[in-house]
C-alpha cells in the first residue's frame, strides 16, 4: 500500500457515527449501544485510524477498535441501558445530555484535583495552562492543544473533551508562560502537553517555541513534545498543508543547540506499520529531533508481554526510543482499563526480557502519583512476607529518587494509594513529609 497523497482529515464524532461504513458489521443493538457511549464518554475518530489501523474483521476485540470507539463495559449496565433507550426513543439532545453529564460525575473525571494543582503563579496570579511539579520542568497545555486527533478510550484528560463547565483546564496566553520562563532560570526541560499539540498548526506551535530559542532562555535546554500525532494522524508530518514547516521548527529548535524530544504515544505496535507512519517517523528524524516512547498499559488493549516486545523492538529497529510504560490511572469508566501493578509488572517484566538492550531504555511501569512517579520494580519474599519492590523516579523532593521501598504484596491492588506498608511498619517514608499537594498528570507527557 503506498502512502496517500493528500488525503484530507475526516473526523468522526457522535453526530456523523452513522456515516461510518465499516459500523454496519455491528448488529442494531450494538451500533445503539455505541451510540449512547458516545452520548457519555468523548468520543472521536478519523479516517486513517478507520482505514488504516482497525481490522474490520476482528471488531469488537481488535485492539485498536476499542482505543477509539467506546465499549459497553464502560458504563454501568443500567446507566447504558437508560441511555440507550432515550437515544432510540429519539429523547430531545438537552434531556440526553442532562442525563449523560449526570453520569458523567460518577466516573470520576480528575481524580484528586489535577486541575488546580502544581499550577505556578506569576506576580501572585496563577498561570493556568501551566503546571510546575518537578524544579527543573515546566508543563505547559496550550490553549489550541486541547484535543487529539482522535480520542483514546482509556484517557483520563476525556473531561477536557466533552465541555462539561467548569471540567476544562484554564487557558491563558503565550507571553505570560513565556514571562514565567524568563524568570525561572532553574527550568531546563519544557513539556508542551495536551491534549495534542500537534492538532495545532505549525505556525501556532512555533508561536509557543521560537521565542524560547533566542535570547534569555538559554537555561532551557531540552524541549518536549508529547503527541499521539504519529499514531492517530502521521499525514501531520507528511502531507498536511503545514507539515514541512513543522520539521523546519524542529530543525531550528536542533540547531539551536537544544535537545527536541518527541514523546510519541504508541499504544500497540499496529500503529507503527503503516508506510506513511514510517515516512512521518523517518521526516521527524532527519530533522535531528529525537522519538521516545510512551504508553499506558491498558486492559483489554495491550496487556500483553508479546504485544510490548514487539512494539519496542519495532520501535527500536525505526529508530525511536522507548521511554515509559505508565499504569492507567484510577480514573474514569468503571476499572475497565486497569490492570493490577502485580500483573503489569510481570507483563513488564516478560517484555523487557525478550528485548536487545537497546529497547531496555524503557522504564516502568511507573504511576504518576501524588508524591512522584514510582516505578514497580518487583516482587520478592522477605523473610516470610511477600513484598512490591518499588522506587522514585521522579520525586516531589529530589532525595526520594532510587530509593527502594517496600509495600505488601496486594495481587489485586491497581495504584499506589492502594499499597500498605511491608514489615508492619506504620507509613511509607515519603508519608512522613506529606502535605497537601496532590498529583500531577500525564498519559501522553
Ligand atoms: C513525568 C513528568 C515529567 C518528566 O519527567 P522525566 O523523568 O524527565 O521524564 C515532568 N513533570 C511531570 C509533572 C511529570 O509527571
Ligand atoms: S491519551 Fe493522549 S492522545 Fe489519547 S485522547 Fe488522551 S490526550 Fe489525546
Known amino acids: 500500500m503506498k502512502p496517500q497523497l493528500n488525503p484530507r482529515y475526516q473526523s468522526y464524532v457522535l453526530s456523523c457515527m452513522d456515516d461510518i461504513p465499516q459500523l454496519g458489521r455491528l448488529s442494531e443493538a450494538r451500533r445503539l449501544a455505541m451510540r449512547a457511549l458516545a452520548h457519555v464518554l468523548p468520543f472521536r475518530t478519523n479516517s486513517y485510524v478507520i482505514d488504516e489501523l482497525i481490522d474490520w474483521n476482528n471488531i469488537p476485540d481488535d485492539p485498536i477498535f476499542r482505543l477509539t470507539f467506546p465499549q459497553p463495559e464502560m458504563l454501568e449496565p443500567a446507566d447504558l441501558a437508560r441511555v440507550s433507550s432515550l437515544v432510540?426513543?429519539?429523547?430531545?439532545?438537552?434531556?440526553?445530555?442532562?442525563?449523560?453529564?449526570?453520569?458523567?460525575?460518577?466516573?470520576?473525571?480528575?481524580?484528586?484535583?489535577?486541575?488546580?494543582?502544581?499550577?505556578?503563579?506569576?506576580?501572585?496570579?496563577?498561570?493556568?495552562?501551566?503546571?510546575?511539579?518537578?524544579?527543573?520542568?515546566?508543563?505547559?497545555?496550550?490553549?489550541?492543544?486541547?484535543?487529539?486527533?482522535?480520542?483514546?478510550?482509556?484517557?483520563?484528560?476525556?473531561?477536557?473533551?466533552?465541555?462539561?463547565?467548569?471540567?476544562?483546564?484554564a487557558q491563558r496566553e503565550t507571553e505570560t508562560f513565556h514571562k514565567y520562563l524568563r524568570r525561572h532560570t532553574e527550568v531546563t526541560d519544557v513539556l508542551f502537553t495536551g491534549g495534542d499539540p500537534l492538532v495545532m498548526r505549525a505556525w501556532h506551535l512555533r508561536a509557543y517555541i521560537?521565542?524560547?530559542?533566542?535570547?534569555?532562555?538559554?537555561?532551557?535546554?531540552?524541549?518536549?513534545?508529547?503527541?499521539?500525532?504519529?499514531?492517530?494522524?502521521?499525514?501531520?508530518?507528511?502531507?498536511?498543508?503545514?507539515?514541512?514547516?513543522?520539521?523546519?521548527?524542529?530543525?531550528c529548535v536542533v540547531a539551536s543547540g537544544r535537545h527536541l524530544a518527541l514523546m510519541a504515544h504508541f499504544t500497540h505496535p499496529r500503529e507503527l506499520d503503516t508506510p506513511i507512519?514510517?515516512?512521518?517517523?523517518?521526516?521527524?528524524?532527519?530533522?535531528?529531533?529525537?522519538?521516545?516512547?510512551?504508553?499506558?498499559?491498558?486492559?483489554?488493549?495491550?496487556?500483553?508481554?508479546?504485544?510490548?516486545?514487539?512494539?519496542?523492538?519495532?520501535?527500536?529497529?525505526?529508530?525511536?526510543?522507548?521511554?515509559?510504560?505508565?499504569?492507567?490511572?484510577?480514573?474514569?469508566?468503571?476499572?475497565?482499563?486497569?490492570?493490577?501493578?502485580?500483573?503489569?509488572?510481570?507483563?513488564?517484566?516478560?517484555a523487557f526480557r525478550q528485548v536487545s538492550g537497546l529497547a531496555r531504555t524503557v522504564r516502568g511501569p511507573s504511576m504518576s502519583a501524588t508524591p512522584g512517579k514510582v516505578v514497580v520494580l518487583g516482587t520478592q519474599e522477605v523473610k516470610g512476607e511477600k513484598v512490591f519492590i518499588l522506587s522514585f523516579l521522579r520525586g516531589r523532593h529530589r532525595e526520594w529518587v532510587g530509593r527502594p521501598f517496600f509495600a505488601r504484596f496486594d495481587p489485586h491492588a491497581t495504584w499506589l494509594d492502594q499499597l500498605k506498608p511491608a514489615f508492619g511498619e506504620r507509613q511509607f517514608f515519603f508519608e512522613e513529609h506529606a502535605d497537601q499537594e496532590p498529583p500531577h498528570v500525564a498519559a501522553c507527557e
Open 210 to 251: 521560537e521565542p524560547l530559542l533566542g535570547p534569555k532562555y538559554e537555561h532551557i535546554r531540552h524541549i518536549r513534545i508529547g503527541s499521539k500525532a504519529l499514531a492517530f494522524w502521521p499525514y501531520k508530518f507528511v502531507t498536511d498543508p503545514d507539515a514541512d514547516t513543522l520539521l523546519r521548527l524542529f530543525e
Open 88 to 169: 432510540r426513543a429519539g429523547a430531545a439532545a438537552q434531556h440526553i445530555r442532562a442525563i449523560a453529564d449526570r453520569i458523567r460525575l460518577t466516573l470520576n473525571p480528575h481524580p484528586a484535583g489535577q486541575l488546580e494543582h502544581n499550577v505556578p503563579r506569576l506576580d501572585g496570579t496563577p498561570l493556568p495552562g501551566v503546571q510546575h511539579k518537578y524544579k527543573e520542568t515546566v508543563l505547559f497545555f496550550p490553549r489550541r492543544g486541547q484535543t487529539c486527533h482522535a480520542y483514546c478510550t482509556y484517557c483520563f484528560r476525556w473531561a477536557q473533551f466533552v465541555g462539561m463547565e467548569g471540567l476544562k483546564f
Open 277 to 350: 507512519v514510517r515516512r512521518a517517523i523517518e521526516r521527524i528524524r532527519s530533522t535531528g529531533a529525537v522519538i521516545r516512547t510512551q504508553a499506558p498499559l491498558v486492559r483489554h488493549i495491550n496487556d500483553s508481554a508479546n504485544t510490548w516486545a514487539e512494539m519496542w523492538r519495532k520501535q527500536v529497529q525505526l529508530g525511536l526510543v522507548p521511554y515509559y510504560m505508565f499504569v492507567e490511572r484510577d480514573t474514569g469508566p468503571k476499572n475497565y482499563f486497569e490492570v493490577p501493578l502485580a500483573d503489569a509488572h510481570d507483563i513488564f517484566r516478560r
